[in-house]
């Protein structure tokens, strides 16, 4: 006869005591953990309802509407550096290999704010492409030079474009309300915001006016722009604004913000959730404006096991139906990839290979 103090049943017993004891513990594991997981809202949410546009061609008024919301009335499509300077090919930029010329392009801006691209040409046998590659706030001058390596050998130009006020760049100066404000770092730049300025023109301009340049000397059949973290989220904006971006390979850089959870380090930068611009356009019509054109690509590059942000699959919450739209309406590739190997916020080497063969597949 089955005793109820039998030892096997009071085991169970007290698991399950245990376990009604520790609900507290895990649902504060869940709370802390909160930007790995889903809530059941997030991950039902109906992409194709957030999307204002209805069709291709109503899509692409929302690109002139950010154009318009960034720049006014002075757009810098066919505006040049304001300086080119020559640079000697010693110390680090001799270290890269594969480098027939590098030259520094400087461009200025509003406030005097002042931006300095580095242009790397290839001296391997060419494949007309130029990767513009876009630094992160923790960059420093040829910190990347590895990856930049990989892709001159491979016969692809560079142009590593900065973050502003980073790598040494001077304060921007600016009166605002008949007061002087300082400005010195990217998360302040929020109150240089107005009517009549949009300060994402100095995370934009450089990538577009050093682009103008490389495209006046050289008739590349593949742009790709390529960027990790903040660049990243530069990358993914200048490609839906820019067509003459070919490839997007944006990689840990943006989430939609409705996944951008207050106080989570998934929030991101000022530039990336709070600017004005996400009142005219979002980030699902954003994705979309960067394959607009039947002949490009975007792959949006997420590690799963990324230290700083943007990590795990949230994803799978909207990219299957976002890249089914871009089907339906005939555009251009449209893909949301995970990166299983990089265990830190970098771009792995494994997505270093994946992005030159895809250019060069595509």
């Avoid at 085991?11 to 005591?17: A, D, H, I, K, R």
């Avoid at 660049?231 to 951008?260: C, E, Q």
């Avoid at 039947?294 to 096991?305: C, E, L, T, V």
């Amino acid at each position: 006869m089955w005793n109820w103090r039998h030892p096997i049943l009071q085991w169970g017993l007290n698991q399950v005591v245990i376990g009604l004891d520790n609900v507290g513990s895990i649902q504060a594991y869940i709370d802390k953990n909160r930007q790995y997981y889903l809530t059941e809202a997030e991950a039902r949410i109906d992409v194709a309802g957030k999307i204002r546009a209805k069709s291709k061609s109503e899509l692409a008024a929302f690109r002139r509407r950010a154009i318009s919301h960034i720049w006014k009335n002075t757009t810098p499509f066919e505006r040049m550096p304001n300086n080119i300077e020559v640079l000697p090919l010693q110390g680090k930029l001799k270290e890269l290999g594969s480098l027939r010329r590098a030259r520094h392009l400087t461009v200025q801006m509003k406030h005097g704010a002042v931006a300095r691209s580095l242009f790397l040409e290839s001296s391997a046998p060419p494949k007309s492409c130029l990767i513009v590659y876009h630094q992160d706030h923790n960059a420093s001058y040829l910190g990347e030079r590895g990856w930049y390596s990989k892709f001159l050998s491979a016969g692809c130009d560079v142009i590593a474009v900065p973050l502003p006020l980073t790598q040494g760049a001077a304060p921007i100066s600016a009166e605002i309300e008949g007061l002087k404000v300082l400005v010195e770092s990217h998360d302040e730049l929020a109150v240089l915001e107005s009517a009549n300025f949009s300060p994402l023109t100095y995370f934009i301009e450089p990538s577009i006016i050093s682009l103008n340049l490389a495209l006046s000397e050289n008739k590349y059949r593949k742009v790709a722009a390529v960027g990790l973290s903040g660049g990243g989220w530069v990358a993914a904006i200048a490609g839906a604004l820019d067509k003459r971006f070919t490839n997007l390979y944006p990689v840990a850089g943006s989430l939609p913000l409705y996944l951008r959870r207050p106080g989570g380090r998934n929030r991101g930068d000022w530039e990336a959730h709070s600017s004005d611009i996400y009142k005219e356009i979002n980030y699902f019509e954003l994705y979309l404006l960067g394959v607009l054109e039947k002949n490009r690509r975007a792959i949006h590059i997420y590690n799963r096991f990324d230290n700083c942000c943007y990590s795990g699959v949230l994803t799978t919450a909207f990219s299957a139906q976002l890249e089914g739209i871009a089907r339906r309406w005939q555009l251009g590739k449209l893909k949301f990839r995970i990166d299983e190997e990089a265990h830190a916020h970098v771009i792995s080497d494994a997505s270093i290979l994946f992005i030159l063969k895809d250019i060069f597949d595509h």
